[in-house]
């Protein structure tokens, strides 16, 4: 069986562009089982606020712990955690202590998510992105062995002004994920 599991961040739901065609795109790829985590978190101020991202996400990883509490991972033979925001950092996080051996694709992750060394990653982000230093990401990524790919000029959503320039961006994400979720990025790792 194979099983998708979906970290949002806070205010990014899982019917949100980046989550939704990635998890449509798992289910076209033979995904037979969804999880998809729904958070509530309602204090705001985190960007640029260490402390009060750190809360959060304490907050966050404590709602996917109870949400993920009755999985057996073992009766699953792939599975690929999708995540967004802090829900990168939720998700790696989560496969480290539980020890789940799966593969992660990282949309806008923050410097916070490299602290839990995501195996078999992807990772995708803007140069704009005003909740993740571009920089402290990419050379964390560097450092993990995480393949990042950059989007000029984009936003935390991988969004620019440029309308029909977004929908590009989006299908060469989305295209990049299809691969990374039919394993063509990295092997399906047998439990």
């Not at 404590?62 to 939720?90: C, H, M, N, R």
């Not at 202590?97 to 992807?122: G, M, S, W």
Request: glycine content about 6%; charged content about 20%.
């Amino acid at each position: 069986m194979k099983l998708v599991v979906c970290f949002p961040g806070i205010g990014y739901h899982c019917d949100k562009p980046l989550l939704y065609y990635s998890r449509k795109l798992a289910a076209a790829a033979g995904y037979d089982h969804e999880i998809a985590l729904n958070y509530t978190y309602r204090k705001a101020r985190l960007r640029g606020n260490d402390a009060a991202l750190r809360e959060a996400f304490d907050a966050l990883y404590a709602q996917a712990e109870t949400q993920l509490a009755t999985v057996d991972w073992a009766e699953y033979d792939d599975v690929p955690f999708l995540s967004k925001s802090i829900g990168t950092a939720v998700a790696a996080a989560y496969a480290r202590r539980n020890d789940v051996v799966c593969r992660h694709a990282l949309y806008t992750p923050l410097a916070l998510t490299f602290e839990f060394a995501p195996q078999k990653a992807i990772a995708f982000l803007g140069t704009a992105d005003p909740w993740s230093d571009v920089d402290a990401v990419a050379a964390r990524s560097r450092a993990n062995g995480t393949p990042l790919h950059l989007y000029a000029g984009a936003n935390h959503s991988l969004e620019t002004a440029d309308v029909l320039g977004n929908l590009d961006a989006l299908r060469d994400v989305m295209q990049k994920t299809q691969a990374f979720v039919a394993g063509e990025n990295f092997p399906v790792v047998e439990n």
